[in-house]
C-alpha cells in the first residue's frame, strides 16, 4: 500500500501563490510517475501535472496555462506543485496521486493510489 497525504492548500487572493506537497510513504513508488489532479464543485475530477522518475513533465496547459510548476525530490518521496498568479477558477480539492506505470499519464483511471485532497480556495 502507499499512502499519500498533501498539504499546503488554503485560500488566498487571485494573483498569489501556493506550494502544495504531497507526502508518499509505505511501498514508494519511487520510479514512477505522480501526478496533481483537481475538483471542483459539480465537475468532474481534471488533471492538472504529472512527473516521471526521471523528471519528464506534463501538464494541463489550457488549465495551467504556464502558471503552475510540478516537482519532485526522490530521495525524500515528496511532490510539490507551485501555483502562481492564482485565479478564482483554480478554487478546488488538489489530489495527489500515484501511478503504477513509468510514463506521465492524464486520466485518473490509470492512477492507483490517492491522497485525501487539501482545498485550494482563491477569492475575487
Known amino acids: 500500500q502507499v499512502q499519500l497525504v498533501e498539504s499546503g492548500g488554503g485560500l488566498v487572493q487571485a494573483g498569489g501563490s501556493l506550494r502544495l506537497s504531497c507526502a508518499a510513504s509505505g511501498r514508494t513508488f519511487s520510479r514512477n510517475a505522480m501526478g496533481w489532479f483537481r475538483q471542483a464543485p459539480g465537475k468532474e475530477r481534471e488533471f492538472v501535472a504529472g512527473i516521471s522518475w526521471g523528471g519528464v513533465k506534463k501538464y494541463d496547459q489550457d488549465s495551467v496555462k504556464g502558471r503552475f510548476t510540478i516537482s519532485r525530490e526522490n530521495a525524500k518521496n515528496m511532490v510539490y506543485l507551485q501555483m502562481n498568479s492564482l485565479e478564482p477558477e483554480d478554487t478546488a480539492v488538489y489530489y495527489c496521486?500515484?501511478?503504477?506505470?513509468?510514463?506521465?499519464?492524464?486520466?485518473?483511471?490509470?492512477?492507483?493510489?490517492w491522497g485525501q485532497g487539501t482545498q485550494v480556495t482563491v477569492s475575487s
Open positions: 496521486a500515484a501511478s503504477s506505470t513509468i510514463p506521465v499519464l492524464t486520466t485518473s483511471d490509470q492512477y492507483d493510489y
